[in-house]
Each structure stands twice: as C-alpha cells, then as structure tokens.
C-alpha cells in the first residue's frame, strides 16, 4: 500500500504526570515517565538509535485522554546514566530493562510502538515476550542484518554523499575499508576529545540523512554532545555486535508475535532504513498492515509519516486492529 498522507497535528504538548530513575544494576540508571491516562491503555514508546533518548514530542503520538503513555531512555541514552555508557549493554539488557519496567509499573499488558532501532527493539521484545503486548506500531524498519549495517556505512553515500564524505574525512585512507573499526578505536579512545569529535561526526551524517528534504537545525541537533554521544558510540556498540542477536533472527521468530495485531509504517525515500527491510518483514508477516509514506524519508516527524503514526494509534484506540 503507498500512501501519501497530508499533514495531520500530533496531539498537543503534554508533561508527564509521574517520571523516575530507575536502577537497574550497579552501572546502569534509567529514567522513565508516564503521561497521559493514568487509567488508561498502556502505550511502551521505543526510542531509537541506539543511544538516540526520548524528547517530548514522542508523547504526542496517543491520545493523551486514552492512553497510559510510558517513555524511557535506554541504557546510555537521553537523561539515563552514564550517556553513551557502552558496558552492559545489549538487546538482551533492553529486554530485561523493559520488563523490569512493566512490573514496577504494575502492567499487565501494553501496546509496544517503536521506530528505527526503536522498532527493532520492539520486535525482539515482543519475541521474547508475546504474553505482555497487546500490539505493536512499527516505523522506519532496521532489521540488525549485516547488509543493513554495511548500507549505512557505505551505502548511504549514494544517496547523500556529501554527508558520507565528511563521515570519512577524518578517517585515513588505510582505514576506510572498515569504517565501523575505524570509528571504534575513536568512539572507544581514552582521548576524551578524540571520543567527542568522532561521536559528533558519527551522529551528524545520521542527521544528515533522516529527512526527505535534510534540514540545517537537524543537523545541528544531531551535533549536539547529548545527543552525538549516545547515538554515535550506542550504534557502533551495537553494529559491532550485529545488535547482539543472530542473522535474519527477527524474521525467523516471527511465528511467536504473528497473532498480534501490528503496522508497519515506512518512508519510501528512507535512506537510512530502505524500504526493503519493511518490505521483507511484511512478507513474513502479512497480517499486519504496512503503510508505505510516498513522500517521507525515515524521521517520525515528517508530516505524513507522522499522520499515519497518529492514525495507527487513533485506530488501535477504536478497534484494536489496524486499517
């Protein structure tokens, strides 16, 4: 299905009624909040990245009078500590994370929306926990493959090569065949200033990419150390560790979530998250609906991939299914 959805507003600015730290080893704080419905349908929003935090308007997706609205920062992003901390970090952890979260909540079941790495969590979670979601909203879809990685790495410049050509100038010639270790021993340097330059750098080329028509203030936000930190070493942690789960592993698990109701929405013009890792998810799960954007690239906030989040939403609120 390919749509070309008009600009439809996000529900209006909201604050959270209760938010948190939450420990969850000796390492690792999280922070989370809850906006919305105290009373109503629990929501679960994935941030993505990794490393890319939770800002206020990913609240303005619910319906604020329905839904109980629960945000969190990953390990190492946003307002959670330490920012960009890489050492006990895995999918796995997320996965415990959320749990830990459900319970001390007191959820029994939520709606899971997630875009980008956001969805990909959302996928290994529901996977590993079928029994705790009630659905899931799918954006802009990473699959963790080893083609994907190398397509942000390389393929990316054939779309946006004057982006990737900044990505690699501080990069030696000799290093270039293997962007992802080159950047490792940057991201991961004991030179605290090395470490910044090459999380900015890394993070701006995502800035670079994420919209349709690319925009100076994303770019700029992108370059911001609270930011750049978390994204670019969380995404070089993860791509280094094929996002700590196997091959195609999303796909082949699909039966244990296959019953649930779920849409997929993707910016034909993603260059990020092509179109294709979307494509093969709904191949292997045809029940859920995919919403193809025509005329967005891969952020949320592009007026009509936005329009159909909020739409999918709107839809589960009314029927628990999606149109």
Same mark, same amino acid.
């Given at each position: 299905?390919d749509?070309?959805s008009?600009?439809?507003?996000?529900?209006?600015?909201?604050?959270?009624?209760?938010?948190?730290?939450?420990?969850?080893?000796?390492?690792?704080?999280?922070?989370?909040?809850?906006?919305g419905?105290?009373?109503?349908?629990?929501v679960?929003f994935?941030?993505?990245g990794?490393?890319?935090?939770?800002?206020?308007?990913?609240?303005?997706?619910f319906?604020?009078?329905?839904?109980?609205?629960?945000?969190?920062?990953q390990?190492?992003?946003?307002?959670?500590?330490?920012l960009?901390?890489?050492?006990?970090?895995?999918t796995?952890?997320?996965?415990?994370?959320?749990e830990?979260?459900?319970?001390?909540?007191?959820?029994?079941?939520?709606?899971?929306f997630g875009?980008?790495?956001?969805?990909?969590?959302?996928?290994?979670?529901?996977?590993?926990?079928?029994?705790?979601?009630?659905?899931?909203?799918?954006?802009?879809?990473f699959?963790?493959?080893?083609?994907?990685?190398?397509?942000f790495?390389?393929?990316?410049?054939?779309f946006?090569?004057? $982006?990737?050509? =900044?990505?690699?100038? +501080?990069?030696? #010639?000799?290093e270039?065949?293997?962007?992802?270790?080159?950047? *490792? !021993?940057?991201?991961f340097?004991?030179?605290?200033?090395?470490?910044?330059?090459?999380?900015?750098?890394?993070s701006?080329?995502?800035?670079?990419?994420?919209?349709?028509?690319?925009?100076?203030?994303?770019?700029e936000?992108?370059?911001?150390?609270?930011?750049?930190?978390?994204?670019g070493?969380?995404?070089?942690?993860?791509?280094?560790?094929?996002?700590?789960?196997?091959?195609?592993q999303?796909?082949?698990?699909?039966?244990?979530?296959?019953?649930?109701?779920?849409?997929?929405?993707?910016?034909?013009?993603?260059?990020?998250?092509?179109?294709?890792?979307?494509?093969?998810?709904?191949?292997?799960?045809?029940?859920?609906?995919?919403?193809?954007?025509?005329?967005?690239?891969h $952020?949320?906030? =592009?007026?009509?991939? +936005?329009?159909? #989040?909020v739409?999918?939403?709107?839809q589960?609120r009314?029927? *628990? !299914?999606?149109?």
């Open positions: 299905m749509l070309s008009p600009a439809t507003p996000l529900f209006p600015p909201l604050e959270p009624y209760r938010s948190g730290m939450l420990a969850v080893d000796e390492l690792h704080t999280l922070y989370w909040e809850e906006c419905n105290p009373a109503g349908v629990p679960l994935l941030h993505g990794p490393g890319g935090g939770v800002v206020p308007r990913h609240r303005q997706f319906d604020p009078a329905h839904y109980r609205i629960v945000l969190f920062d390990r190492g992003a946003g307002k959670s500590t330490p960009g901390e890489h050492r006990h970090n895995t796995q952890l997320l996965i415990n994370d959320i830990t979260i459900r319970r001390m909540l007191g959820i029994g079941q939520w709606l899971v875009g980008s790495w956001g969805a990909t969590l959302a996928l290994a979670y529901g996977q590993a926990h079928p029994q705790c979601c009630l659905g899931f909203v799918l954006r802009g879809i699959l963790c493959t080893r083609a994907e990685i190398d397509w790495l390389y393929g990316m410049r054939g946006f090569p004057e $982006a990737h050509e =900044e990505f690699i100038a +501080a990069i030696p #010639l000799a270039r065949a293997d962007l992802l270790r080159a950047y *490792q !021993a940057r991201l340097s004991d030179d605290a200033e090395v470490a910044r330059q090459a999380a900015r750098s890394w701006r080329y995502e800035g670079s990419c994420l919209l349709l028509r690319p925009q100076a203030e994303t770019i936000a992108c370059s911001a150390d609270a930011v750049a930190i978390g994204i070493r969380l995404e070089a942690h993860y791509f280094l560790h094929q996002g700590f789960i196997e091959e195609d999303l796909i082949r698990d699909i039966d244990r979530i296959r019953h649930l109701p779920a849409v997929i929405v993707q910016g034909r013009y993603d260059a990020v998250c092509p179109p294709v890792s979307a494509y093969r998810l709904h191949q292997a799960w045809p029940q859920a609906r995919l919403h193809i954007i025509a005329d967005a690239g $952020a949320a906030q =592009e007026p009509g991939t +936005a329009a159909a #989040l739409a999918a939403t709107e589960f009314m029927r *628990q !299914a999606f149109d």
